[in-house]
Protein backbone atom coordinates (compact mmCIF):
# COMPACT_ATOMS: atom_id res chain seq x y z
CA UNK A 1 0.00 0.00 0.00
CA UNK A 2 1.06 3.11 -0.76
CA UNK A 3 1.78 5.64 2.19
CA UNK A 4 0.63 9.10 1.54
CA UNK A 5 3.84 11.80 2.21
CA UNK A 6 6.89 9.04 2.49
CA UNK A 7 10.00 9.19 1.26
CA UNK A 8 11.02 6.77 -1.57
CA UNK A 9 14.26 5.32 -3.46
CA UNK A 10 14.85 7.35 -6.40
CA UNK A 11 15.86 4.06 -8.14
CA UNK A 12 12.95 1.33 -7.02
CA UNK A 13 10.77 3.88 -5.54
CA UNK A 14 10.25 1.38 -1.98
CA UNK A 15 9.63 2.83 1.33
CA UNK A 16 12.71 4.23 2.63
CA UNK A 17 12.93 5.90 6.31
CA UNK A 18 14.50 9.24 6.89
CA UNK A 19 18.34 8.91 7.40
CA UNK A 20 18.37 5.55 5.72
CA UNK A 21 21.60 5.41 3.89
CA UNK A 22 20.45 2.12 1.62
CA UNK A 23 17.30 0.92 -0.17
CA UNK A 24 16.21 -2.52 1.64
CA UNK A 25 14.57 -3.45 -1.80
CA UNK A 26 17.42 -2.73 -4.16
CA UNK A 27 20.33 -1.86 -2.27
CA UNK A 28 21.31 1.41 -3.12
CA UNK A 29 23.15 3.77 -1.25
CA UNK A 30 20.69 6.83 -0.30
CA UNK A 31 23.07 9.32 0.63
CA UNK A 32 21.60 12.08 -1.70
CA UNK A 33 18.02 11.19 -0.24
CA UNK A 34 18.01 12.72 2.79
CA UNK A 35 15.04 15.48 2.90
CA UNK A 36 15.50 18.71 2.65
CA UNK A 37 13.68 21.73 3.75
CA UNK A 38 10.81 21.07 1.40
CA UNK A 39 10.80 17.63 1.89
CA UNK A 40 10.16 17.46 5.27
CA UNK A 41 7.65 19.96 5.58
CA UNK A 42 5.53 18.40 2.89
CA UNK A 43 6.05 14.87 4.97
CA UNK A 44 4.62 17.29 7.62
CA UNK A 45 1.42 18.50 5.60
CA UNK A 46 1.26 14.77 4.34
CA UNK A 47 0.72 13.46 7.86
CA UNK A 48 -1.69 15.62 9.10
CA UNK A 49 -3.80 16.04 5.53
CA UNK A 50 -3.47 12.45 4.13
CA UNK A 51 -5.67 14.27 0.63
CA UNK A 52 -2.33 16.22 0.40
CA UNK A 53 1.21 14.33 -0.77
CA UNK A 54 4.38 14.94 -0.53
CA UNK A 55 4.24 17.01 -3.99
CA UNK A 56 1.91 19.74 -2.69
CA UNK A 57 4.68 22.17 -1.46
CA UNK A 58 6.94 21.32 -4.33
CA UNK A 59 4.15 22.37 -6.86
CA UNK A 60 3.06 25.47 -4.59
CA UNK A 61 7.14 26.66 -4.58
CA UNK A 62 7.21 26.22 -8.36
CA UNK A 63 4.45 27.74 -9.21
CA UNK A 64 4.94 31.14 -7.09
CA UNK A 65 8.15 30.89 -8.75
CA UNK A 66 6.73 30.74 -12.10
CA UNK A 67 4.22 33.60 -10.89
CA UNK A 68 7.28 35.75 -9.98
CA UNK A 69 9.54 35.23 -12.44
CA UNK A 70 6.43 35.89 -15.48
CA UNK A 71 6.03 39.02 -13.47
CA UNK A 72 9.23 40.35 -13.71
CA UNK A 73 9.97 39.62 -17.35
CA UNK A 74 6.82 41.54 -17.81
CA UNK A 75 7.44 44.65 -15.90
CA UNK A 76 11.28 44.71 -18.40
CA UNK A 77 9.36 44.47 -21.61
CA UNK A 78 6.85 46.98 -20.46
CA UNK A 79 9.95 48.76 -18.69
CA UNK A 80 11.79 48.48 -22.53
CA UNK A 81 8.55 49.60 -24.40
CA UNK A 82 7.87 52.77 -23.21
CA UNK A 83 9.13 55.71 -25.32
CA UNK A 84 11.16 58.48 -24.78
CA UNK A 85 10.22 60.96 -22.56
CA UNK A 86 10.94 64.49 -24.10
CA UNK A 87 11.10 66.93 -21.67
CA UNK A 88 11.43 70.89 -22.42
CA UNK A 89 12.98 73.54 -20.58
CA UNK A 90 11.34 76.94 -21.54
CA UNK A 91 13.41 80.11 -20.70
CA UNK A 92 14.48 83.09 -22.43
CA UNK A 93 14.88 81.34 -26.38
CA UNK A 94 16.77 78.23 -24.95
CA UNK A 95 14.67 74.94 -25.81
CA UNK A 96 16.18 71.69 -24.38
CA UNK A 97 14.96 68.58 -25.59
CA UNK A 98 15.73 65.18 -24.70
CA UNK A 99 16.35 63.24 -27.92
CA UNK A 100 19.51 61.20 -26.41
CA UNK A 101 21.70 63.04 -28.20
CA UNK A 102 23.80 66.30 -27.84
CA UNK A 103 21.87 69.23 -26.69
CA UNK A 104 22.99 72.08 -28.19
CA UNK A 105 22.54 75.85 -27.80
CA UNK A 106 21.10 78.52 -30.46
CA UNK A 107 24.16 80.31 -31.42
CA UNK A 108 23.66 83.84 -30.13
CA UNK A 109 23.07 86.81 -32.43
CA UNK A 110 25.80 89.30 -32.24
CA UNK A 111 24.21 92.94 -32.51
CA UNK A 112 25.68 94.82 -35.47
CA UNK A 113 28.07 97.43 -34.26
CA UNK A 114 28.70 100.56 -36.45
CA UNK A 115 32.02 101.59 -36.32
CA UNK A 116 32.73 105.70 -35.68
CA UNK A 117 34.61 106.57 -38.34
CA UNK A 118 37.15 109.52 -36.76
CA UNK A 119 38.51 112.30 -39.26
CA UNK A 120 42.14 112.26 -39.96
CA UNK A 121 43.55 115.52 -38.14
CA UNK A 122 44.95 118.14 -40.77
CA UNK A 123 48.26 117.54 -41.54
CA UNK A 124 50.84 119.72 -38.96
CA UNK A 125 53.30 121.78 -40.68
CA UNK A 126 56.51 122.24 -38.11
CA UNK A 127 56.84 125.47 -37.03
CA UNK A 128 60.05 127.42 -39.43
CA UNK A 129 62.60 128.23 -37.11
CA UNK A 130 63.46 131.40 -36.37
CA UNK A 131 65.99 133.31 -38.65
CA UNK A 132 69.20 133.03 -37.91
CA UNK A 133 70.94 136.53 -37.37
CA UNK A 134 73.73 137.61 -40.07
CA UNK A 135 75.93 138.23 -37.78
CA UNK A 136 76.11 139.11 -33.68
CA UNK A 137 78.76 141.70 -32.12
CA UNK A 138 80.68 140.20 -28.46
CA UNK A 139 78.54 142.37 -25.83
CA UNK A 140 80.57 145.44 -24.47
CA UNK A 141 82.46 144.69 -21.65
CA UNK A 142 80.78 141.41 -21.26
CA UNK A 143 83.44 138.84 -19.76
CA UNK A 144 82.16 135.18 -20.27
CA UNK A 145 82.83 132.07 -22.15
CA UNK A 146 82.30 131.36 -25.99
CA UNK A 147 83.27 128.46 -28.60
CA UNK A 148 86.24 129.76 -30.95
CA UNK A 149 85.95 128.21 -34.97
CA UNK A 150 88.60 129.11 -36.09
CA UNK A 151 91.33 132.42 -36.18
CA UNK A 152 92.71 133.92 -38.89
CA UNK A 153 95.60 136.72 -39.33
CA UNK A 154 94.44 139.84 -39.81
CA UNK A 155 96.11 140.74 -42.30
CA UNK A 156 93.67 138.13 -44.43
CA UNK A 157 91.54 140.88 -43.88
CA UNK A 158 87.89 140.91 -42.16
CA UNK A 159 86.29 139.37 -45.66
CA UNK A 160 88.11 136.11 -45.29
CA UNK A 161 85.99 135.89 -41.70
CA UNK A 162 83.16 137.53 -42.71
CA UNK A 163 83.10 134.63 -45.23
CA UNK A 164 83.89 131.81 -42.86
CA UNK A 165 80.97 133.00 -40.03
CA UNK A 166 78.73 132.54 -42.76
CA UNK A 167 79.69 129.34 -43.34
CA UNK A 168 79.28 128.31 -39.95
CA UNK A 169 75.58 129.74 -39.74
CA UNK A 170 74.94 127.71 -42.86
CA UNK A 171 75.74 124.68 -41.00
CA UNK A 172 73.50 125.30 -38.67
CA UNK A 173 75.53 127.10 -35.61
CA UNK A 174 73.62 130.33 -34.31
CA UNK A 175 75.28 133.46 -33.00
CA UNK A 176 78.36 133.36 -35.09
CA UNK A 177 80.22 136.67 -35.16
CA UNK A 178 83.85 138.32 -35.67
CA UNK A 179 85.90 139.86 -32.89
CA UNK A 180 89.04 141.22 -32.69
CA UNK A 181 91.77 139.47 -30.61
CA UNK A 182 93.35 142.51 -29.97
CA UNK A 183 90.86 144.33 -27.40
CA UNK A 184 90.51 141.46 -25.31
CA UNK A 185 93.46 140.71 -22.88
CA UNK A 186 93.09 136.71 -22.96
CA UNK A 187 93.26 136.56 -26.82
CA UNK A 188 96.56 136.93 -29.02
CA UNK A 189 96.51 140.06 -30.45
CA UNK A 190 96.83 140.47 -34.41
CA UNK A 191 93.42 137.52 -35.29
CA UNK A 192 90.14 137.75 -36.74
CA UNK A 193 88.21 135.03 -33.89
CA UNK A 194 84.89 133.45 -35.71
CA UNK A 195 82.89 132.54 -32.47
CA UNK A 196 80.01 131.40 -32.13
CA UNK A 197 77.84 131.59 -28.86
CA UNK A 198 78.13 133.82 -25.36
CA UNK A 199 77.93 131.83 -22.41
CA UNK A 200 77.86 132.63 -18.86
CA UNK A 201 79.65 129.32 -17.68
CA UNK A 202 82.54 127.16 -18.93
CA UNK A 203 80.02 124.89 -18.54
CA UNK A 204 77.66 126.31 -20.95
CA UNK A 205 80.34 126.41 -23.53
CA UNK A 206 81.15 122.73 -23.34
CA UNK A 207 77.75 121.40 -23.50
CA UNK A 208 77.53 123.24 -26.99
CA UNK A 209 80.88 122.38 -28.18
CA UNK A 210 79.66 119.31 -29.31
CA UNK A 211 77.77 120.77 -32.14
CA UNK A 212 80.13 123.54 -32.98
CA UNK A 213 82.77 120.88 -33.82
CA UNK A 214 79.92 118.72 -36.46
CA UNK A 215 80.48 121.99 -38.70
CA UNK A 216 84.17 123.37 -37.66
CA UNK A 217 86.41 119.91 -36.02
CA UNK A 218 89.05 122.04 -34.62
CA UNK A 219 86.28 124.47 -32.34
CA UNK A 220 87.11 124.78 -28.73
CA UNK A 221 85.57 126.67 -25.69
CA UNK A 222 87.76 129.59 -24.31
CA UNK A 223 87.15 132.88 -22.23
CA UNK A 224 87.08 136.15 -23.14
CA UNK A 225 87.83 138.45 -20.81
CA UNK A 226 87.88 142.60 -21.74
Given at each position: ???P ?12 QPG???C ?10 R ?48 P ?31 T ?91 S????A ?7 Y ?6
Amino acid sequence: MNEPGALRCPRCEAVIQPGQEYCLECGGRLGHARPGPVERASVSVGERHPWAGAWILPALLGLAIAVLGTGAAIALSNDGDEPSAISTATGGSLTVIDTGSTLTAPEPTEPSVTTATTPEPPPTTAPAPPPNPAAVSWPRNRRGWTIVLLSLPQANGLSAAAAKAAEARNGGLRRVGVLSSSRYASLHPGYYVVFTGVFDTEAEASSALQRARAVFPAAYQREIVP
